[in-house]
Every structure is written in C-alpha cells, then in structure tokens.
C-alpha cells in the first residue's frame, strides 16, 4: 500500500493549487481526478458537442453511462438521471476541471458578500450567515490567483470593488460592437460599465500566447492556450516538481479511519475498474459541492456514522449555484460582429444597495451564443423549430444582444445532497441523491435583476425586450456550493475558516463547497483564493510526519 504525505481528490480550481502548493513546499502528493486528461483536439469545435447544450451530451464527461444520479421533485418522487438530463448539475470531469471548459470570468466577491447576514438579517427560512473570514482575509490570495493563472482586465472604472493591492496582470481585450453599445447606454443611464476580469490572456502571459477571439469559447477547450486554467498553470507546476503524482480516471470511494478513528487514507477505482488503498496524513477534498459531499457522506465507520464531518448533519445542506437571470433584446441594427468570447462588459451597480433585496447580482453581456444554443434566447411566441424558427434566426441572430447575472441566492438547509439507499454507479458507490429547491426571495431578487438587464437594453435601443427569468427548482450547475459550508461553530457547519473538517483534523474541503454564500458572481476565483489560503495554513502546520490541528 503506497503512502503519501497528501491525497488531494479533484484535480480542478481548488485542487490543482493545493496540489501545486503542497508539491512545492515538498510533501509528497497524489492527485486524483475522475476524469481524463483532455486536449482541444478532444473536444474540438463541434457545436453539437458543446457543454453549454447539456441536452446533447458533456464532452468534458463524466461517462453518461457509468455516473447517474437521483433527483427528488417536489412531491417527493425520486428520479434517475444521467449527464445529458436537466437538473443532473454536472461539473466538467477532467483534468482543470470547470477551469478547462468555463467561459472564465475571474471576478473577486466584494467585502459585503462576506458578510451578508450582518448586512441584511436572515430571511425567513432561511441559513443565510456570515463568513468566519473576510475579503480582507483573501485579498492577497486572490492576487495570487490574478497573477499566476493570470488574469486580464481593467477594474478602475468599477467603484464598487473592494480595494486591492495591486492592478490585474493583464489589460482588457479590445471591445466589440456589443460592448460599446451597452457601455454607451449605461453610462447615459448614470451607472458604471467596465472590462469583464478573465482568466485568458490578452497579451503573451506566462509563456502561453493571448486569445484569438475565436467563438468557441465557453463549453470549449482553448486550442491556444489562452484560456487558464489549472491544467495549464498550476498542475504542470506541481508535476514539475518531482513531488506530485498525477493519476486520471480514478473514481474516489471513501476516507478510511485507522484503529483510533482517525482518517489514514482512501479507496478508490483505478482506470481499470481495479479497487486501490492508499495512505496519506493529509487528505484534501476538491470534487465540487455536489462530489465532494458525496465523498464524505460516503466515508462511514463506527467513528463517523453518518460520515466524515457530518456529525450534526450539515454535509450535502445548503446547496446554492447561482439563479441566472436577465433579459434580452431584440435591435433593428446589427450587433454581433463575430469576435470572441462575447462577453466583455460589466456592470456590479446592483450587487447591493436594492431596497427590499438581500442582496443582488452583477450583470454582464453573454458569451457568444452559438446557432444550436440561440433557441434558448427566442422571444415569447416564435416556435423553436421548422419554417418560422428558420426565418427567425436568418433575420435576427445577428440582432439580439442578451444581457443577465447570476443573483446571490439565499441559501435554505433543505436544499441538498445525500446519497442514495439503492442507486450506485459504475463501481457499486451510492450516487448522489439531489432534492429541495430555491429560497423565494431568490427569485425575487433575480426579478428585479432581469428587469434593470431590460432597461439598460431599451436604454441601447432595443426595439422588443423579454425577460429571462429561471424557476424554484434546485440550483446548483457549474457554480455549485455551500454544501460543506465553513464556519466557526461544528454544530452550524462542516469546516472551520481554514477548510479544516470539524472533528476530523487531517481532513480538508477545498472547492466551492466551502462558501458559505456565493456571492453574486461567478466564483471561481474565489476558489482559488480559498485554495491558496488553506494551502497557507497547511503548509505552516506541516511537521513532515503528522499533521497538526488548529
């Protein structure tokens, strides 16, 4: 049985750093990932293929096959779904994970999203509550995020952000005709427009050439390069240092616990179906919300019942992604001038300050918007198929500009994951079992957000606007979180400020799962800051044969 100094499960934002962080600082590391390690070329630029239309299958995976899940309605009846079905809420399954697919907005939670509690109270029904850290805590781990994945952008124009020690890396891209003209319009309207951050190069950075402004963009891989990730940044890194060990399609089981119940390593399937035992002092969970719940729930002994940190039953709670809401509209002019990745500007005026809400979104232009994808943004009563869709597209695919957010969501403990008593996978694990649905007052928030998208449109001259607005059902997606929550008291969360598990002090969440919130922007940077910081205080408690808790 191999033994390491770390295992580290997941090898996307917040694993791929903590893999890097540690290998550098000398431990011994295996990383696990589920899926494999993918190049443009296995992905290649095939509408039809494209991660964004779930309905027509993931190329990033996982094996529609070998990983179903269950989700339970509203009336309580459960279902089995693969990948390519509405509410399985996948998560790119591969090396980089969501960083080698996403559309890559890189943007810092502001210094309220941290603590949103104290900002507004808890609505009824409610869990919504405070970081034990603050923006203050992360600001020098999020510029370590900008500089090393590297970011590009221009935040100046932008007076909501929280303060910052140092300009982004990298300056924007060139604007396009869709940006201009809703730059334009916001800025008669008093607001205050700005360059979307990106994780993807405008000019030569770290070795990898800038973007080509290709539209395949978001769902796809970056054939140049362009696009950071952590599979072309931090994971070579830590492979270049001799200490990490790397190993695809390895299917996580279970934590294992030694005699006196402390965890000592884990199960897993190799590439070949084959069950493996490793042990590890450190154990580092970054599956995402959804996966790594499932880990811990899955990692039962007499010692951990109910499993790993799930002593007062809030592994799986709280599950929250981010309500996209907005609106778009419909020009009597040309507005898409074919330059890639589409979405450019930003504005964060309505974050906070909503009389009435708790709290608020950004809202920005979409990514390119591909023909098979343009369907989901007709208006109200043009069909989606045969002579009338056909002519629709030919006249105004060139001619509708959407703009949308993704709305704090108020996070509800029934919102969930568990693991379900009869489904298993491929290998004979309890799969996820997903039920509950969104907070109301979610909906009214990303309400009043869709229709301040609609006046900044017809403020551009929108001749017809529709809104955009998502139902009550359980959110989650690609910017999935909250299920293993951070916090100071055991008995109201999974892990303490530093994504240490309650009562399992070798045990750590790394990933989205972690937030407490998930502020109203796409948080991936987020998660690698969190990833930098917990990796910080692995490192300062690392003796080199055991690991000390707090």
Not at 248 to 255: G, L, N, V
Not at 410 to 423: C, E, L
Not at 478 to 488: F, P, S, Y
Request: with cysteine; charged share 20%.
């Amino acid at each position: 049985m191999t033994t390491y100094d770390a295992v580290v499960v997941g090898a996307g934002a917040g694993g791929g750093i903590v893999a890097k962080e540690l290998a550098a600082a000398g431990l011994h590391v295996l990383l696990l990932e589920r899926g494999k390690a993918v190049t443009p070329a296995d992905c290649r630029k095939d509408d039809l293929r494209n991660q964004r239309t779930s309905a027509l299958g993931a190329p990033f995976g996982p094996d529609e096959n070998q990983n179903p899940r269950v989700i339970v309605d509203g009336n309580g009846n459960s279902k089995v779904i693969r990948v390519r079905d509405g509410g399985y809420n996948n998560n790119a399954a591969c090396v980089g994970g969501g960083t080698q697919s996403y559309g890559a907005m890189a943007w810092r939670f502001l210094p309220k999203d941290f603590r949103m509690k104290e900002t507004y109270g808890v609505p009824e029904g409610s869990t919504l509550d405070d970081w034990p850290i603050t923006y203050d805590d992360l600001e020098p781990f999020y510029q370590m995020a900008e500089e090393e994945v590297g970011v590009s952008g221009d935040m100046t124009p932008d007076p909501f952000h929280g303060p910052r020690k140092k300009p982004l890396p990298m300056p924007p891209l060139p604007p396009t005709k869709e940006h201009l003209l809703i730059e334009s319009a916001a800025r008669r309207m008093g607001l205050h427009p700005f360059p979307i951050p990106m994780l993807r190069n405008s000019v030569p950075y770290n070795g990898r050439p800038p973007c080509m402004r290709c539209r395949w963009c978001v769902g796809f891989a970056c054939e140049v390069n362009a696009k950071g990730g952590t599979q072309n940044t931090v994971i070579p890194a830590a492979l270049k240092t001799g200490n990490c060990h790397l190993e695809t399609e390895a299917i996580a089981s279970e934590i294992t616990v030694d005699a006196s119940g402390r965890p000592n390593g884990l199960i897993y399937f190799d590439g070949n179906d084959r069950r493996q035992q490793v042990r590890a002092e450190l154990l580092v969970v970054s599956g995402a919300a959804i996966e790594s719940a499932r880990l811990l729930l899955n990692s039962r002994s007499r010692f951990f019942p109910e499993g790993i940190g799930n002593r007062f039953d809030w592994v799986g709670r709280n599950l929250q992604g981010h309500t996209y809401s907005g609106a778009t509209g419909l020009f009597d002019f040309d507005t898409y001038d074919d330059l890639g990745p589409g979405a450019s500007v930003a504005l964060c005026d309505y974050n906070h300050g909503n009389p009435g809400l708790a709290g608020g979104a950004l809202l920005c232009n979409e990514f390119i918007r591909l023909p098979i994808q343009a369907i989901n943004d007709f208006p109200p009563g043009v069909r989606g198929w045969g002579r009338e869709h056909k002519k629709f597209l030919r006249d105004y695919y060139r001619r509708t500009v959407g703009l949308r957010g993704p709305t704090q969501e108020i996070p509800v403990f029934d919102a969930r994951v568990q693991v379900d008593p009869h489904v298993k996978d491929h290998w004979g694990i309890p799969v996820p079992r997903m039920s509950g649905g969104k907070h109301p007052h979610t909906l009214e928030i990303a309400t009043a957000m869709a229709r301040k998208a609609e006046l900044i449109l017809k403020e551009a001259g929108a001749t017809r606007t529709w809104l955009n607005i998502p139902g009550q059902g359980l959110s989650g997606g690609q910017h999935q979180a909250g299920t293993c929550r951070m916090g100071d008291d055991p008995q109201s969360s999974v892990v303490n400020r530093y994504c240490q598990v309650h009562g399992a002090e070798n045990v750590f969440v790394v990933d989205g799962s972690v937030h407490v919130t998930n502020g109203g922007f796409n948080p991936v940077l987020t998660i690698m800051a969190i990833a930098y910081w917990a990796s910080d205080y692995m490192k300062r408690e690392w003796n080199g044969t055991r690991f000390r808790g707090a």
